[in-house]
């Protein structure tokens, strides 16, 4: 198979959908791998390294696109690339479509084979090619959440940790799942005091056995969580109910709950967001204010980090692209089914049920 790797240009992405540790092993299989130029250098890999790995390089995106029957990137195609797309090609890569109606929209039009990282399962149900990303994203929601509650960023002054005769700050975490656990765990190894809410109960109970004792568990309710906010500074929001758009846990009467100077980092915002008051930023300009509040809400949070990024994510995806190179994605497809609810839309259907249902269109 042909397999081609674009360079992303979405706003601040440095992630790239191949290494050439993962070139190498997909030509060893009798592939041929197109890489755009530069595509890798945001993330510390030189076109020489894709050279000697085997793949042949492509100055533009608008060949890579021409050329290649599956294309193996991170994030969703924007505007420009549309008109790129081919009909019957493969695209590999995150979509979102729930939050997205333009992209949706556009790749039915496109007739293309769209398999979505994050609709990808494991036959446990868990969803292995978003975890990667969601360990990055929540180490780093509470690295930057740290960040600006410092005074300089607009945030209240406080340090995460206290220190001895000065209580720590308090973080409150919606959402217990891959991401809601890392930064958890980060906060709470920083000394804050932590609560997670989740509505799992058997979840909690996972959470209550694996994190350390400065991290107590809560029953996710409008309820409990108003209860919490007054004295939280740092809220990171982490909920999700898959390939559908997140639920608002947060609403824009609870925020002046909040002291000024508060944090909130809606790491959902992805799936468009589960704070009411949140729209998406970037890392050029990741924050605004709404009652003194401040509101990170970076889609793509990982790819401030995107050395750590690419391989975590590759190491997942690997495996996948290999088996859809040898086998092709239909009969791919039929031997794994959790790698078939990855299809999000097929020669322009949607086969995905939570995407439609997402545009009232089921
Ligand atoms: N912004 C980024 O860069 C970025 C990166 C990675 C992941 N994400 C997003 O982060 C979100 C969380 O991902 P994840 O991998 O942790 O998912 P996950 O499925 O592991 O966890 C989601 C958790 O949310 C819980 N939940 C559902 N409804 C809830 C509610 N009302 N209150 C509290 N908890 C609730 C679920 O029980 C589950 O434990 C997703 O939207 C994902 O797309 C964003």
Redo the contacts with the bound molecule.
């Keep these: 198979m042909i397999i081609g790797v674009p360079k992303e240009i979405k706003n601040n992405e440095n992630r790239v959908g191949l290494t050439p540790a993962g070139v190498k092993e997909i030509i060893m299989r009798g592939h041929q791998v197109y890489v755009q130029q530069s595509a890798g250098l945001n993330s510390g890999f030189p076109d020489e390294a894709y050279l000697s790995a085997g793949a042949n390089l492509l100055p533009t995106i608008e060949e890579v696109y021409a050329v290649a029957e599956m294309i193996v990137k991170v994030k969703e195609p924007i505007a420009s690339e549309y008109p790129l797309i081919r009909e019957n090609q493969l695209l590999f890569t995150y979509f979102?479509f729930a939050s997205d109606e333009n992209l949706t929209k556009a790749m039915i039009a496109s007739k293309a084979v769209c398999l979505a990282y994050?609709t990808v399962e494991k036959p446990d149900g868990s969803?292995p090619l978003?975890?990667p990303?969601?360990e990055?994203?929540?180490r780093m929601a509470t690295q930057e959440g740290t960040r600006f509650l410092e005074k300089p960023q607009g945030g209240k002054g406080i340090l995460l940790g206290g220190v001895p005769g000065v209580k720590p700050a308090k973080v409150l975490v919606?959402?217990?799942?891959?991401?809601?656990?890392n930064a958890a765990k980060m906060a709470a190894g920083l000394g804050a005091e932590v609560i997670i809410?989740?509505?799992?109960l058997p979840?909690l109970r996972w959470l209550n056995e694996n994190l350390p004792a400065n991290v107590k568990t809560l029953y996710?309710s409008s309820h409990n969580i108003e209860g919490e906010l007054h004295d939280t500074d740092l809220v990171i929001g982490?909920?999700?109910?898959?390939g559908a758009k997140?639920?608002y846990?947060l609403t824009k009467e609870m925020i002046p709950l909040l002291k000024k100077g508060s944090v909130l980092v809606?790491?959902?915002?992805?799936?468009g967001g589960?704070f009411e008051t949140s729209h998406a930023t970037t890392h050029a300009n990741p924050v605004y204010e709404i009652n003194g509040v401040i509101h990170y809400c970076?889609?793509?949070?990982?790819?401030a980090v995107p050395h750590t990024s690419t391989l975590a994510l590759t190491n997942a995806t690997l495996p996948y692209v290999i088996t859809l190179a040898n086998e092709g994605w239909e009969k791919a497809c039929e031997m794994d089914h959790g790698l078939r609810l990855g299809l999000n839309i097929v020669k322009g259907k949607i086969v995905y049920q939570a995407v439609a249902e997402a545009f009232g269109w089921a």
């Design positions: 979102h994050e969803l978003l975890i990303m969601s990055v994203a929540g919606l959402g217990g799942g891959i991401v809601g656990f809410a989740d509505i799992s979840r996710s982490a909920v999700l109910i898959p997140a639920p846990v809606d790491v959902a915002i992805d799936q589960c970076v889609a793509n949070i990982p790819g």
